[in-house]
């Protein structure tokens, strides 16, 4: 394994990238076959392969947060919280999930 690079795979979530998500980021859906191959690329080069998933719950509006008005999105358990196919696959090294807890 080559320790001296790290390839860090963040948020390539369905809720993320699809176009058909009322959270995705303008345009990335036309990189999704980008992300597959760097991490097959990189995967391939023995480089460890570290990935991060976005997870919400759906009670995340918090009033007078940056959260209140964003769209739900990466909502645990759902399609949408998954990474998309191109990546899904991937033997992740590493993988964290980031989730926020509401009071």
């Known amino acids: 394994m ?3 690079k790290i390839l860090w795979d963040i948020d390539t979530q369905n809720d993320i990238i699809l176009p058909t998500s009322n959270f995705a980021v303008p345009g990335a859906y036309k990189m999704v076959e980008q992300f597959g191959e760097a991490i097959k690329y990189f995967e391939n080069q ?11 719950t759906g009670k995340e509006s ?5 959260d209140e008005n964003l ?3 990466c909502i ?4 949408g919280q998954r990474k998309i ?3 899904d696959g991937t033997s992740f090294t590493f ?3 980031r989730t926020k807890t509401v009071l």
Do not use: C, Q
Request: aromatic share 0%; glycine share 12%; charged share 20%.
């Open 46 to 56: 023995g480089v460890p392969v570290m990935g991060v998933l976005d997870a919400h």
């Open 95 to 97: 993988l964290i999930t």
């Open 85 to 87: 196919k191109e990546t």
């Open 62 to 66: 918090v009033l007078g947060t940056r």
């Open 2 to 4: 080559n320790t001296d």
């Open 76 to 79: 645990k358990g759902t399609s």
């Open 71 to 73: 769209p739900l999105h």
